[in-house]
């Protein structure tokens, strides 16, 4: 079993305005790698500094999502499925980033580890902060690759408990 869990910051409402990405590498239940990098996105328009503490001069010379694409594409390869908290969000970031670049998105199936929190546990309410309480993982929300890294051990916790139920995590 290999997934990539993937958390996008963005600067702004709009999808293609990835400022930061998390990105960890799972193999059988262990993390095997994590990478998190600072995207200059489109445009200076920034309006969820408040949120994750990202601004335009943090990125402003940083490389852009198509730029970057050679380090985190390969990431995407001999996965079963990609997993996101909230994948919905994620999964249509990666797509308009992809878009605006030009580049074609990965086919990747997303597992979203808010549906898995609510199936699996019953866990109510089921924002990041309160699934990584459940299970004591700890976080620094709304930055990139902490956020990833929770995702991950997450998504762990399901397919051991898949493991030990017999039963399907999604």
Known sequence: MRFLAID????????NSACAVGLVLVENTEIVKKVSYLIR???DWFSFTWLHGISWEDVKKEP???ELWINIEPLFQNIDFAAAHNASFDRSVLKAC???AGIPA????FKCTVQ????LWKIYPTKLPDVCAHFGIELNHHQALSDTVAC???MIHALRH???TGREPY
């Open 64 to 66: 852009t999502f198509s």
């Open 41 to 43: 996105p489109p445009t």
């Open 152 to 154: 991950a051990q997450i």
């Open 106 to 109: 990965p086919a990747v199936e």
């Open 98 to 100: 992809c878009e605006y």
């Open 162 to 164: 898949f493991s030990i």
């Open 8 to 15: 996008f910051e963005t600067s702004n409402p709009h999808r």
């Open 116 to 119: 898995l929190a609510r199936k």
